[in-house]
Nanobody
Framework: QVQLVESGGGLVQAGGSLRLSCAASGRAFSSAAMGWFRQAPGKERDVVAAISRLGMRTYYADSVKGRFTISRNNAKNTVYLQMNSLKPEDTAVYYC??????????????WGQGTQVTVSS
């Protein structure tokens, strides 16, 4: 069992930066791939970035490549999403998830409650 709690969301102007954190409890964190997903109003929840158990592999959605960076610290049971050059279209609720390394919702078994990111123009 893994419990996930996101933090770091908020309101930022376009071009600004935010760093999301996801703290995990439970012994399974270091054995799980981690992903960040987002869901905008009226849209499906889609993957933003994913990182393998030891951080050797990462994946980014095309829309965030070069702007977002996913990382993890297994000693601290935490995964991060550094978001730079934010755009209004990045506005969404951001979720972290634990499971198998992949790009779909079905590959993740545990989910946080989400944190709101709002980017003003």
């Amino acid at each position: 069992q893994v419990q996930l709690v996101e933090s770091g969301g908020g309101l930022v102007q376009a071009g600004g930066s935010l760093r999301l954190s996801c703290a995990a409890s439970g012994r399974a964190f270091s054995s799980a791939a981690m992903g960040w997903f987002r869901q905008a109003p009226g849209k499906e929840r889609d993957v933003v970035a994913a990182i393998s158990r030891l951080g050797m592999r990462t994946y980014y959605a095309d829309s965030v490549k070069g702007r977002f960076t996913i990382s993890r610290n297994n000693a601290k049971n935490t995964v991060y999403l550094q978001m730079n050059s934010l755009k209004p279209e990045d506005t969404a609720v951001y979720y972290c998830a634990a499971g198998r390394f992949g790009m779909t919702n079905d590959e993740y078994d545990y989910w946080g409650q989400g944190t709101q990111v709002t980017v003003s123009s």
